[in-house]
């Protein structure tokens, strides 16, 4: 796993070397099909080669960052983007150096309006005058809108499947959103 992990460390740098990718959504079409350990070992990985990252729980329906973690929810994402809390005020270490974690915060009624609000992109913003890379966990595709919606807002989206199990036609339906 962690092989793999460096191999798409290696892939996303060489896929645009005049812009490199500095932030991304991890996501898939359904849940449970890997996506959050896709994105803390891609975090991880890319953490151990030198680069400051930060890893955000956008998942603000069913988080796990901080269970990855055995972190307490607390305040995080729906905190920083309901106006409580700055970022660097709820940032968190991650268990190596280079790695910072956002936790998701208590779960809003309405996530995907906030995804949609100036304190979103300002949150953005801030994330990579900060880090090299910012990698957000979000919530399946096919779900919810939340994914989509923050794919406007970063440099690329990593579609997770799982082979054998996730439907041909529902991943092409994903990468077409």
């Avoid at 803390?40 to 990855?68: C, E, F, M, N, Y």
């Avoid at 995907?112 to 994330?127: G, K, P």
């Amino acid at each position: 796993a962690a092989e793999c992990c460096r191999s798409i460390r290696t892939s996303l740098a060489f896929m645009s070397p005049e812009a490199p990718i500095r932030s991304m959504v991890v996501t898939s079409q359904r849940p449970r099909e890997g996506k959050t350990t896709v994105a803390v070992s891609l975090a991880l990985s890319i953490a151990i080669s030198g680069k400051r990252v930060l890893l955000i729980d956008t998942d603000l329906r069913r988080p796990r960052i901080h269970q990855v973690f055995g972190l307490p929810l607390g305040q995080g994402t729906s905190t920083v983007l309901a106006g409580q809390a700055e970022l660097a005020e709820v940032l968190q270490p991650g268990p190596t150096e280079n790695l910072s974690l956002l936790s998701a915060g208590p779960i809003p009624p309405n996530p995907s309006e906030l995804f949609h609000s100036s304190r979103f992109a300002a949150l953005v913003a801030e994330a990579h005058t900060r880090f090299d890379v910012v990698i957000f966990d979000s919530p399946p595709l096919g779900a919810v809108t939340d994914a989509a919606i923050l794919a406007h807002h970063v440099d690329g989206t990593l579609l997770v499947a799982r082979s054998g199990i996730t439907p041909t036609a529902a991943l092409r339906a994903s990468v077409r959103r």
